[in-house]
């Protein structure tokens, strides 16, 4: 059981929106922690997408954007690619277990 | 740019111990912070602990106090994690990432090693 929820998949189609949301408590989102994202390609190590809510680092493109609001935050893709198909977590800071925390990943598929 | 570079794959017994280094270069690795996050197979990502070389000590995740120890070496810009008694579902693989603020562990991570896969059985 993760601290922060995820969806466990979305799905859509090659040019369309998506978005995955991550929902956290009091302790975490909540509390005003930072939200960071990242993407996890199959074999491979995760890598950052989005930190502090919606800062893109270079070479991430402008099509991924984050947002964050009370105790949840969003991740936002636009204008999906099947390059996109991945699996997608958000992670947060919660002051009353004193470390990180990860959301339980969604499943991006790119029909 | 920064680059960490893991130690290779291990096979553990159960109860026995196992010490996974991970190697900084390109960048500043004194006061920035170095985590431990795992990865179950067909599984989430599970923070572990971390550590800010030169600030003091490490910080753990309630589920791995007393079994987990975590170091850095300022010298040689290694971090090493050493996960003890080990038990079957210990099998993951194990990743280490710098944190992305100065002095903080309540930052993202950036970049990850490669990942070490660490199979525990008998």
């Known amino acids: 059981q993760s601290v922060l929820t995820q969806p466990p998949s979305v799905s859509g189609a090659p040019g369309q929106r998506a978005t995955i949301s991550c929902t956290g408590s009091?302790?975490?989102?909540?509390?005003?922690?930072?939200v960071h994202w990242y993407q996890q390609l199959p074999g491979t190590a995760p890598k950052l997408l989005i930190s502090?809510?919606?800062n893109r680092p270079s070479g991430v493109p402008d099509r991924f954007s984050g947002s964050k609001s009370g105790a949840s935050a969003s991740l936002a893709i636009n204008g999906l690619q099947a390059e996109d198909e991945a699996d997608y977590y958000c992670?947060?800071?919660?002051?009353?277990?004193?470390?990180?925390?990860f959301g339980g990943g969604t499943k991006l598929t790119v029909l | 740019q920064v680059q960490l570079v893991q130690s290779g794959a291990e096979v553990k017994k159960p109860g026995s111990s196992v010490r996974v280094s991970c190697k900084a270069s390109?960048?500043?690795?004194?006061?920035?912070?170095f985590s431990w996050v795992r990865q179950a197979p067909g599984q989430g990502l599970e923070w572990m602990g971390g550590?800010?070389?030169?600030?003091?000590?490490?910080n753990y995740a309630q589920k791995f106090q007393g079994r987990l120890t975590i170091t850095a070496d300022e010298s040689t810009t290694t971090a090493y994690m050493e996960l003890s008694s080990l038990r079957s579902d210990d099998t993951a693989v194990y990743y280490c990432?710098?944190?992305?603020?100065?002095?903080?562990?309540?930052?993202?991570?950036?970049?990850w090693g490669q990942g070490t896969p660490v199979t525990v059985s008998s």
């Open positions: 990432a710098r944190g992305g603020v100065y002095a903080s562990l309540l930052g993202w991570f950036d970049p």
């Open positions: 390109g960048g500043t690795f004194s006061g920035y912070p």
């Open positions: 550590i800010i070389a030169v600030f003091g000590p490490a």
């Open positions: 009091s302790s975490n989102i909540g509390a005003g922690y930072d």
């Open positions: 502090a809510n919606n």
């Open positions: 992670q947060s800071y919660d002051g009353s277990l004193r470390g990180s925390v």
